[in-house]
């Protein structure tokens, strides 16, 4: 069953065309892997796919309805989109994690965050630490455990991974085919060419702003 379907897509910023007919399916349960050139448009492309930018032509739709017929509130509940460099507010990891429950008016569940602090090599006490403390690649764990406390539909991460060592990239990496062996579809972008075939079933090769192909992962 297709869950993202991404249809003649463009997307144009200061004049430049960023995007230029993107096109491809995404079934439930994939795990796709996007690389390409630095500038060929995958970040745009995840952007674009978590309804965090406008498209100047083109249709989007998920579980078959178009995107222009959805809350976008609710699209970026169920499409998760986690950045490059990711943005944490407050002043400790506990206002990060916290955020999400916050957000759905339901009290903190301290045991399910506990369990995937330890999914991705930290401790309890590390929910006191100071933000300003941290290294990017706790900046990179932190950003992708506040993404997936609530299970989304899709995961979008965007290079989540840049700052890790070679342990702690292949816990995260871990532990999202595990969520995707339990049915969460992935889309991920990766400069890794190993980490491209790692845990993927599919993978897209992004070129000047089209999707020159997908293939399969064998």
């Known amino acids: 069953m297709k869950i993202l379907s991404v249809k003649d897509v463009h997307y ?3 004049n430049t065309n960023i995007l ?10 994939d795990c796709i892997s996007i690389i390409g050139p630095s500038g060929s448009g995958k970040s745009t492309l995840l952007k674009i796919c978590a309804d965090l930018l406008p498209i100047n032509r083109g249709e989007l739709y998920f579980k078959g309805e178009n995107y222009l017929n959805y809350n976008p509130l609710e699209i970026r509940k169920q499409i998760s989109y986690c950045v490059q460099l990711p943005y944490l ?4 990891v506990y206002d990060n994690l916290e955020f999400p429950f916050k957000v759905r008016k339901e009290p903190f569940d301290r045991y399910r965050v506990i369990e995937l602090l330890k999914k991705f090599n ?3 006490e590390f929910l006191q630490k100071d933000i300003v403390n941290l290294s990017g690649g706790e900046k990179q764990r932190v950003s992708i455990i506040r993404n997936l406390i609530y299970i989304p539909e899709i995961v979008l991460l965007d290079e989540a991974t840049s700052a890790l060592d070679k342990e702690n990239s292949k816990c995260v990496e871990n532990y999202i085919k595990e969520l995707n062996i339990q049915g969460l579809t992935v889309l991920w972008v990766t400069h890794s060419l190993e ?8 993978r897209i090769l992004v070129s000047e702003g089209k999707i020159d192909r997908m293939e399969v992962i064998k």
Not at 89 to 92: A, E, I, M, Q, V
Not at 195 to 200: A, K, L
Request: overall charge neutral; glycine content about 10%.
């Open 20 to 29: 230029n007919g993107a096109t491809f399916n995404v079934d439930k349960g």
């Open 122 to 124: 930290l401790e309890e």
């Open 12 to 14: 144009k910023r200061e």
């Open 195 to 202: 980490q491209s075939t790692s845990i993927f079933n599919k």
């Open 89 to 92: 507010f407050g002043t400790s």
